[in-house]
């Protein structure tokens, strides 16, 4: 394989994986915080999304280009979309049955095939195209990027790995440390004991995933301008970002977005050499492999 | 309703007797029933008439076995997965299968599927027996199916196979405390799922002569899993209103769809996502208005039977045992030694390694260790928990399948259970609800789940915490008498008044090693044991 190609595989994944990392992050700060596995995750990733879409562009959306303010409104709309879903599902299926996996299981994926079914209801068609509110193929004129070899990337491949990358290691950062960080570690260790020092388990539990939700939607609107999004895809991305939790370590941050790009180059390697068809295959049996063989992840 | 939705339905009814073994009997959250059925499906469809070419009977025998090869592996990937972890291995399975469908059209048809016009005569030469398959034929082998699991489920839950249910559901730990294989029992479980699942699948096929994608589809596991919920844990009519309840939801959705002019498939899903969470909600008061009757008065205390077992045959010896938990050093070469009919105590400050020797000493098959925390299990009736432990301590091989078969050696070892009852003071709360039991008892249940496994030696871990001083003296009472019976009981304890009434020796621990071993009085007098407790100056 010549380097140009190389490179090619590489960025893509790279690419891919800081999407997915993001995603992984949200999953990991939540399933570490509170114990409790966000199985409607990627639906909110989508969900998001489209509720950008339909608030900005309507029912028939049609791919175009925005305009200054349409593309400020459609970020904030996604994003605060990903907020607040991520913390109506908190508030509605998961707070009540905490101690009852089997009541949580069921409400969140409850609440995935929901939001999925009333998107599906609003937005009947197959696969939709989706504006890109940042413009990152103006980064170079002609929103190619040239690798040696003569083959070429797209140039917002780049600047998704570099924006993903960036706002996920500064999430990283800013939760990791600080005081909303040790109220969030003092929860994960043991909630009562953090009741007892004056942190609220459960307002802390709420905002890991509304700042999960954040997370979510900006991972959205990294991943969706690049191909067609259909309402559905966040099955598959849920279970991928999944898989990027556990290859870290599930509820070590910096382990979700190592899993990320880690699983991203993977995927692209795998489409590159047996074709399309694997590329929503290889994330899931790596999470079944994973599960099976180091559900406690490859770090540790 | 014609032929073909009532043997469809029943078919469906059979995958969630199937699935319902694992989730509802069984405590495992299986979000892939879906995988199954696809096994079974395809598996017929590829390897009968109009695939490989099989004769239809040992392509859906092969398909069965199949199933049950799924499940067992898929309970041996998930062998470090309790719970949560389980569900989401299983749903990505389930999503996996449905990904691997689409993704090799050549094989499995694509969105399309498979058709596989359904044959109208089934010939055996062999039988000389020829069947015609028409939809009532059908309705009446999947209703003969569906009443031979639901009897098998039912005739299992009174014998051996519902302890081993009911130990996977409510407690896996103490169940391997108490000597139970509950890994293996997993892979027996999730086999028999995946068998009967695959099993409904081959009956789709050949019923519908066809199988898409979206009949094993992700939704159709989640639909499943409702399903099984609806009923609680462990009732065999739980599938059949689950079902019945799936069966109403197309028309419904149907009507919705045509309603507000929608897709069909997504007005199902909205359907099927309320019906979920309406179950959720609904678990908790459907789940109090069966609950089971409390506890009768205690019976007296019995005064210890006189010391008949000739002590002094040692039933559990260790030297030099070191452990260590990630740099810290629990035990730095203690050693303990248990004879038979001896109450002894094992002491000293926390921290000092009581526990950690209690798990180590339970290493040996002759010991059974209880918790320190009590673990009530709250579904299983005192004595059931009692029975528990009977059967953790050795049964005949296969018993659930002689019990099934009812041959005359299938009975429960009832004089096992009834002795330990009444070697704990316990034969009131026969019956009763684990929950409704003071906590003393609660903590001599504990004791006697253990006595019953029959080990000549108990490893009792603080069983005197939380009891009252009334509950303390039955306590002692039952200590003495099961060593007069020739038990070795090895206790972890705090309370130094009940170890001096109680124990014939005393094992004091400090730092991982032993600091003291002898009568109550020796060690009490020990200077160094002083020291250990007191500090220096009191010393």
């Given at each position: 394989m010549d380097v140009g190609v190389l490179l090619q595989v590489v960025l893509a994944g790279l690419s891919t994986g800081a999407v997915l990392g993001l995603v992984g992050l949200g999953f990991s700060l939540v399933a570490g915080t509170s114990?409790?596995?966000?199985?409607a995750h990627g639906d909110v990733v989508v969900a998001a999304v489209f509720t950008g879409v339909l608030v900005?562009?309507?029912?028939?959306?049609?791919a175009q280009d925005l305009g200054a303010l349409d593309s400020a409104g459609f970020v904030v709309v996604v994003l605060l979309a990903g907020a607040v879903l991520s913390g109506l599902i908190a508030l509605v299926v998961v707070r009540p049955y905490r101690d009852q996996p089997l009541g949580w299981v069921a409400g969140a994926v409850a609440a995935g095939l929901l939001l999925r079914a009333v998107l599906g209801l609003l937005l009947p068609g197959q696969g939709y195209a989706v504006p890109d509110?940042?413009?990152?193929?103006?980064?170079a004129t002609d929103g190619l990027l040239h690798l040696p070899g003569g083959t070429t990337l797209p140039v917002r491949t780049l600047g998704v790995l570099v924006l993903g990358l960036g706002v996920g290691i500064a999430a990283e950062r800013l939760l990791v440390r600080g005081r909303f960080g040790r109220s969030l570690r003092a929860v994960a260790d043991d909630p009562d004991a953090a009741a007892l020092c004056g942190v609220d388990p459960a307002r802390v539990l709420l905002l890991a995933f509304v700042a999960a939700g954040v997370l979510a939607g900006l991972a959205g609107l990294l991943d969706a301008p690049g191909h067609a999004v259909s309402v559905d895809d966040g099955v598959v991305l849920g279970l991928e970002g999944i898989a990027a939790a556990v290859l870290g370590g599930l509820g070590s941050l910096r382990g979700a977005l190592l899993g990320g790009l880690a699983l991203g180059v993977a995927q692209q390697a795998a489409v590159h050499a047996g074709?399309?068809?694997?590329q929503d295959v290889v994330p899931l049996a790596v999470l079944v492999g994973l599960l099976a063989l180091r559900p406690q992840g490859v770090r540790r | 309703m014609s032929a073909v939705d009532i043997a469809q339905a029943l078919y469906l009814l059979l995958a969630a007797l199937g699935l319902s073994l694992a989730v509802?009997?069984?405590?495992l959250p299986v979000l892939g029933g879906g995988a199954f059925l696809a096994v079974g499906a395809y598996g017929t469809a590829l390897l009968g008439p109009g695939g490989a070419g099989w004769p239809l009977g040992l392509a859906v025998l092969a398909s069965v076995l199949l199933g049950a090869v799924v499940g067992f592996v898929v309970a041996v990937g998930a062998s470090?997965?309790?719970g949560p972890p389980l569900a989401l291995a299983t749903w990505a399975l389930a999503r996996m299968v449905q990904r691997l469908l689409l993704a090799y059209p050549g094989t499995f048809?694509?969105?399309d599927g498979l058709t596989r016009p359904a044959p109208a005569h089934l010939v055996t030469r062999t039988f000389g027996l020829d069947l015609a398959l028409t939809p009532v034929v059908h309705v009446g082998v999947a209703l003969a199916l569906c009443l031979l699991v639901i009897g098998a489920l039912l005739r299992a839950a009174r014998g051996p196979g519902g302890l081993d249910l009911a130990a996977l559901r409510e407690g896996p730990e103490i169940a391997r405390m108490l000597g139970i294989p509950v890994a293996r029992r997993r892979r027996t479980v999730l086999a028999a799922t995946g068998a009967v699942i695959a099993l409904a699948g081959a009956g789709h096929v050949l019923l519908l002569g066809l199988v898409e994608p979206s009949d094993v589809s992700p939704l159709v596991s989640l639909q499943l899993f409702v399903a099984v919920l609806?009923?609680?844990?462990?009732?065999?009519?739980g599938p059949v209103v689950g079902v019945a309840v799936l069966t109403a939801l197309p028309p419904v959705a149907d009507a919705l769809a045509r309603a507000v002019d929608a897709d069909v498939e997504r007005s199902r899903g909205v359907l099927t996502a309320l019906l979920l969470l309406a179950v959720v909600v609904l678990r908790g008061p459907v789940g109090r208005r069966l609950a089971r009757p409390g506890p009768g008065p205690a019976p007296a205390v019995r005064p210890p039977d006189p010391g008949v077992a000739a002590a002094g045959d040692t039933v559990l010896v260790r030297h030099d045992v070191h452990v260590r938990y990630d740099g810290v050093?629990?035990?730095?070469g203690a050693h303990i030694e248990l004879c038979k009919g001896e109450v002894h105590a094992l002491i000293g400050p926390n921290g000092s390694g009581k526990t950690t020797l209690l798990k180590e000493l339970a290493k040996d098959p002759h010991a059974v260790r209880t918790p320190?925390?009590?673990?009530?299990?709250?579904?299983?009736?005192a004595d059931r928990q009692v029975a528990l432990g009977a059967r953790g301590g050795g049964g005949r091989r296969l018993a659930v399948l002689r019990h099934l078969l009812a041959?005359?050696?299938?009975?429960?070892?009832?004089p096992r259970v009834r002795a330990a009852l009444q070697a704990t003071g316990l034969?009131?709360?026969?019956?009763?609800?684990?929950?409704?039991?003071?906590a003393g008892d609660q903590r001599l249940l504990q004791v006697a789940r253990a006595v019953a496994t029959g080990a000549p030696a108990l490893l009792l871990d603080?069983?005197?915490?939380?009891?009252?001083a009334d509950e303390r003296t039955r306590l002692r009472a039952v200590l003495r008498h099961l060593a007069a019976r020739g038990t070795g009981v090895l206790l972890v304890e705090h309370d130094m008044r009940l170890v001096g009434e109680v124990a014939d020796r005393v094992t004091v621990l400090h730092q991982g090693r032993v600091l003291a071993c002898g009568t109550p009085d020796q060690v009490r007098r020990d200077p160094a044991v002083r020291t250990a407790y007191l500090g220096t100056l009191a010393g």
């Open positions: 114990r409790v596995l966000p199985l900005v562009l309507g029912r028939t959306p049609v509110p940042l413009h990152l193929d103006a980064l074709g399309a068809a694997l | 509802s009997w069984a405590g470090r997965l309790d048809g694509g969105v609806l009923g609680g844990t462990a009732r065999w009519w050093v629990a035990l730095d320190q925390q009590t673990v009530v299990m709250p579904r299983l009736a041959t005359p050696s299938s009975r429960l070892d009832d034969t009131h709360v026969t019956g009763a609800d684990p929950q409704r039991l003071t603080e069983p005197a915490a939380g009891m009252t």
